[in-house]
């Protein structure tokens, strides 16, 4: 069963840049789907962006523009790249299997942002 470890967040300034990491933990990460997504405490996870085995990426309306997904499947590793954040994208992060929709129900412990003067 895959496992995901997800690195790279911390505190940064509206207006900030950040990379994030996810590390595939399993078999054949380069034929998955994978997504980005986030949760604020007390609130429901929402997805983020995705990339298809193929490279293809999609993105959410809120964050189209400013942040890229990218993956390198020699090292089964997923990124985010985030640039021009704001407080509304303050949240942990997580990645998953799937394009658009989780396919599995394995989830890391995340990595938080934070985006605050």
């Known amino acids: 069963q895959a496992q995901f470890m997800e690195s790279g967040g911390g505190l940064v300034e509206p207006g900030g840049s950040l990379r994030l990491s996810c590390k595939f933990f399993g078999s054949n990460f380069g034929v998955y789907p994978m997504a980005w997504y986030r949760q604020i405490p007390g609130k429901q996870r929402e997805w983020v962006a995705g990339?298809?085995?193929?490279?293809?990426?999609i993105y959410a309306h809120s964050v189209n523009e400013r942040f890229r997904i990218s993956r390198d499947n020699t090292q089964n590793s997923l990124y985010l790249e985030m640039n021009n954040l704001n407080p509304e994208d303050a949240a942990v992060y997580y990645c998953?299997?799937?394009?658009?929709?989780?396919?599995?129900?394995?989830w890391g412990r995340g990595t938080a942002v934070t985006v605050a003067s």
């Open positions: 998953n299997i799937g394009y658009t929709t989780p396919t599995t129900n394995t």
């Open positions: 990339i298809n085995n193929m490279g293809t990426t």
